[in-house]
Structures are given as structure tokens and as C-alpha cells.
Antibody, heavy 114, light 107 residues
Framework: QIQLVQSGPELKKPGESLKISCKASGYTFTDYAMQWVKQAPGKGLQYMGWINTQTGKPTYADDFKERFVFSLETSASTAYLQINNLKNEDTATYFC???????WGQGVMVTVSS | DIQMTQSPPVLSASVGDRVTLSCKASQNINKNLDWYQQKHGEAPKLLIYYTNNLQTGIPSRFSGSGSGTDYTLTISSLQPEDVATYYCYQYNSEMYTFGAGTKLELK
């Protein structure tokens, strides 16, 4: 069956970096782009952008053009979200989702606190 | 970017009620709109795609409609398990956007 399995929760300090993984299984990884969505505590869904899994080209929403990097390890059917220079406002759950919306990862809770 | 405005922000209804949630786009999105349901602590679930297509496995009490800038999600007979937050999502432009959500509660 199709699954997106994300890495575990993270606790980081401001200024640090992190890299979240999203491992896909049950389908051909390069057939579908991968999207990333942020949800701050108690808030709604915020679209971060997507990465073309055939070319590796990322597209970022305006709020995520600085400090955020989407990448791939195609041989491992895995997409990554890297956040550099972490800020308190990056505290959120981050979801990966296969383009088309039918399949989502379970989400990764990221806490940024000094 | 296209802005999506959902109304109302919170809706209280009783079991068995017909419930209508609205989503308005800041420009024509050509029916390129999905609806998601999110329950507390869970990932969003796709309910309706391309305005009015029911995702596999979703109960038929859910339906979608609309065109241009105005879209609607209808639950024909509210059930207790429908308590959740509902988001519309447009993918007409290169940069996709979610609405702010409608929180559906039981009265």
C-alpha cells in the first residue's frame, strides 16, 4: 500500500538547522511531485511549496523562500525538508503530501526553543 | 498569490443537520479546488477533488459544488464523526493555497 513515513519529532534551539525526511513506498516515487505543508500549533494549514521528483526543481511559497530547502534522494524514494537558522516561529508540525492530495505523511512536530 | 476565504470560521450544528461550508477565491480558479477534513492530531484527509468529485472511501453525505470564485462543501446529514476542521485548497496557480478553515462543532 502507498505510504509516506516521516522522521520523528525534533527539539532544536534558535539558530540551529534540521532536516526532516519523508520516505515514500508503494508507488513510483518519480511519478508524483511532493508537497510540504506547515501547521503551527492551533493554526491552519500553510502551503510551503513542492518539489518536482523527476527534475529535483523546488518551488517555494513566498513565506518559505529564505531558510527552507526541499531536496530528494531519489534512489531511496525520500524527500527532505531542511530548515536553516531556526526561529521560534518555525515551531510547527510539518507534513509531506504526494501531489494530488490523497496521501500524506503523519507529520513531524518541530519545537524551537532556547 | 490567490487568497482563499472560508466562511464561517466556526459552525455549530446538530446531528442530522444539512451543513454548508463556503470558500471564496480572490480570482477565478477554474474549479481547481479540493476539500480536506482534519481531525485533531491527524493529517488532513482528502474529501473532494476538482470541486465535486468524491474521493474513494468518503461517505456520500459529502458533496462539493461551485465554479469561478465560489465553492461549497455540503454535508447532507451531519454525523458525530464529522466534527473536524475543513479546509479548501486551490491549485489553479503555480503557488497553491489553503483557506483558513472552518471548524465544525456539534451543537
Amino acid at each position: 500500500q502507498i505510504q509516506l513515513v516521516q522522521s520523528g519529532p525534533e527539539l532544536k534551539k534558535p539558530g540551529e538547522s534540521l532536516k526532516i525526511s519523508c520516505k515514500a513506498s508503494g508507488y513510483t516515487f518519480t511519478d508524483y511531485a511532493m508537497q510540504w505543508v506547515k501547521q503551527a500549533p492551533g493554526k491552519g494549514l500553510q502551503y510551503m511549496g513542492w518539489i518536482n521528483t523527476q527534475t529535483g526543481k523546488p518551488t517555494y511559497a513566498d513565506d518559505f523562500k529564505e531558510r527552507f530547502v526541499f531536496s530528494l534522494e531519489t534512489s531511496a524514494s525520500t524527500a527532505y525538508l531542511q530548515i536553516n537558522n531556526l526561529k521560534n516561529e518555525d515551531t510547527a508540525t510539518y507534513f509531506c503530501a504526494r501531489k494530488g492530495g490523497s496521501y500524506w505523511g503523519q507529520g513531524v512536530m518541530v519545537t524551537v526553543s532556547s | 498569490d490567490i487568497q482563499m476565504t472560508q466562511s464561517p470560521p466556526v459552525l455549530s450544528a446538530s446531528v442530522g443537520d444539512r451543513v454548508t461550508l463556503s470558500c471564496k477565491a480572490s480570482q477565478n480558479i477554474n474549479k481547481n479546488l479540493d476539500w480536506y477534513q482534519q481531525k485533531h492530531g491527524e493529517a488532513p484527509k482528502l474529501l473532494i477533488y476538482y470541486t465535486n468529485n468524491l474521493q474513494t472511501g468518503i461517505p456520500s453525505r459529502f458533496s462539493g459544488s461551485g465554479s469561478g470564485t465560489d465553492y461549497t462543501l455540503t454535508i447532507s446529514s451531519l454525523q458525530p464523526e464529522d466534527v473536524a476542521t475543513y479546509y479548501c485548497y486551490q491549485y489553479n496557480s503555480e503557488m497553491y493555497t489553503f483557506g483558513a478553515g472552518t471548524k465544525l462543532e456539534l451543537k
